[in-house]
């Protein structure tokens, strides 16, 4: 059974920071694509920043110079270090697995962030 477990969001005041992490199971997790989306109440899904098995990086404009995406392939956990954190950050933060080769697409069950004073 494939899990994704999200942990590490809360609530931080603005300019504040948080380490969201993402442990895996049941996956091979190295020829994962990992990902973080987020969704706030009202908007879309979005991309907020990946990372290929190869270590290929992408980050969304919106984030850029402020989160930063790793991943630990030992630990089967992909993190997402989120600093100069603003209000328009807060949203319910999603991790993704997906291996195109294989058809496989995993989410998890989602942590909340909300950035307020």
């Known amino acids: 059974q494939v899990q994704l477990v999200e942990s590490g969001g809360g609530l931080v005041q603005p300019g504040g920071s948080l380490r969201l992490s993402c442990a895996a199971s049941g996956i091979i997790f190295s020829i994962y694509r990992m990902g973080w989306y987020r969704q706030a109440p009202g908007k879309q899904r979005e991309l907020v920043a990946d990372?290929?098995?190869?270590?290929?990086?992408n980050y969304a404009d919106l984030v850029k110079g402020r989160f930063t995406i790793s991943r630990d392939n030992a630990k089967n956990t992909v993190y997402l270090q989120m600093n100069s954190l603003k209000p328009e950050d807060t949203a319910v933060y999603y991790c993704?697995?997906?291996?195109?080769?294989?058809?496989?697409?995993?989410w998890g069950q989602g942590t909340q962030v909300t950035v307020s004073l």
């Open positions: 993704n697995a997906v291996n195109f080769r294989v058809s496989r697409d995993y």
């Open positions: 990372i290929s098995s190869g270590g290929s990086i």
